[in-house]
């Protein structure tokens, strides 16, 4: 079956980076586009970042535009999500996600069905 495994996240400083990883098992990684997600305590899991199954294109939400860059090895069948300036507000676990509905939006929810367990990132202040 999927697996989608996270790893690297941790504590930081504000304005530290971090990066995280995504490692994908039980599909074809290079036939998808994949996405990362984070959610917050109290907060509704939200849209990060999205990259196409050839890494040819990028999506990012507008609160880590210029701040995350998403990226993926094909051969390795890993995804990243390299954190820069990291604010405090970007405190959330994040969660890497294979995006299965093709014409799905890549910054919905409802386009991914496979999910990793999530890395939690916190910034302190």
């Known amino acids: 079956q999927v697996q989608l495994v996270e790893s690297g996240g941790g504590w930081v400083q504000a304005g530290g980076s971090l990066r995280a990883s995504c490692a994908a098992s039980g599909l074809t990684f290079s036939n998808y586009a994949m996405g990362w997600f984070r959610q917050a305590p109290g907060k509704e899991r939200g849209f990060v970042a999205a990259?196409?199954?050839?890494?040819?294109?990028?999506y990012y939400a507008d609160s880590v535009k210029g701040r995350f860059t998403i990226s993926r090895d094909n051969a390795k069948s890993t995804m990243y999500l390299q954190m820069n300036s990291l604010k405090p507000e970007d405190t959330a676990v994040y969660y890497c996600?294979?995006?299965?509905?093709?014409?799905?939006?890549?910054?919905?929810?409802?386009?991914?069905?496979?999910w990793g367990q999530g890395t939690q990132v916190t910034v302190s202040s």
């Open positions: 990259i196409t199954s050839s890494g040819g294109s990028t």
């Open positions: 996600a294979a995006k299965t509905r093709k014409f799905g939006p890549f910054q919905s929810l409802l386009s991914y069905n496979a």
